[in-house]
């Protein structure tokens, strides 16, 4: 079947620190991968994606690549803001199923200046 | 992008009564769907609204607990039905551009006692 595995939080980090939230995955075939990001009272905003194996999606700063070897897609950030305090899903849409998304349980993320 | 709004943002209901909530799209999309997050657990697909027609469940989702309409391209209604606690949930609405981007409204955050 299918399922997305997240790091579980809450993690906390001072500013400027390096950011790692690990996600696994199980699917059959080439799943589009994704990383979405809820602000506080906000709903989840597409992050970054990756579509094929060694694909690497980058935005604001983060990036994740697409490990077909070992099922991953872990996010990451060299330096991290105290803007980027948020929870953070990792996701899954498989190839030829049209609708379906799978979710992490997301990681909480806060950055303390 | 789409900006969906929904409406309410919040509610606390009584165990037995029905709660309707809005989407509300700023521009036509190709597919709407509803999720729902359970604390502490990921997004899980109810259904996905079809114009015109009956909505698309998931497995473990009835229409008659989750009557969903979609009467144009742009506005879509989840229904939650003879409520229990086990309902208290965020409710999200989603949506799906022609360039196959998809993205998600702030939430409805719903507590039956």
């Known amino acids: 079947g299918n399922s997305v595995t997240q790091m579980e939080g809450p993690v906390t980090l001072s500013e400027e620190a390096f950011l790692t939230i690990n996600c696994t995955y199980t699917a059959t075939g080439y799943p589009s991968l994704f990383w979405y990001v809820q602000y506080p009272g906000e709903g989840l905003q597409l992050l970054l994606k990756?579509?094929?194996?060694?694909d690497k999606g980058s935005n604001k700063g983060f990036e994740a690549t697409y490990r077909k070897e070992t099922t991953s897609f872990h996010l990451e950030k060299g330096s991290v803001q105290v803007s980027d305090s948020a929870v953070y899903f990792c996701?899954?849409?498989?190839?030829?199923?049209?609708?379906?998304?799978?979710f992490g349980t997301g990681t909480s993320l806060t950055v303390i200046p | 992008s789409a900006v969906i709004s929904q409406k309410p943002s919040r509610d606390i209901c009584q165990r037995g009564t029905s709660l309707t909530i809005q989407c509300q799209v700023d521009?036509?999309?190709?597919?709407m769907f509803w999720y729902r997050q359970q604390p502490g657990q990921s997004l899980t697909l109810i259904a996905t609204?079809?114009?015109?027609?009956?909505?698309?469940?998931e497995s473990g989702f009835v229409i008659d607990k989750f009557p969903i309409s979609r009467p144009n391209l742009t506005f879509s209604t989840l229904t939650v039905s003879n409520m229990s606690p086990e309902d208290s949930s965020i409710y999200l609405c989603s949506v799906r551009t022609d360039r196959a981007e998809q993205y998600f409204g702030p939430g409805t955050r719903l507590t039956v006692t």
């Open positions: 990756a579509t094929k194996a060694d």
């Open positions: 521009s036509q999309v190709t597919m």
């Open positions: 609204a079809n114009q015109g027609s009956e909505a698309t469940y």
């Open positions: 996701a899954l849409r498989p190839l030829n199923t049209g609708n379906q998304f799978y």
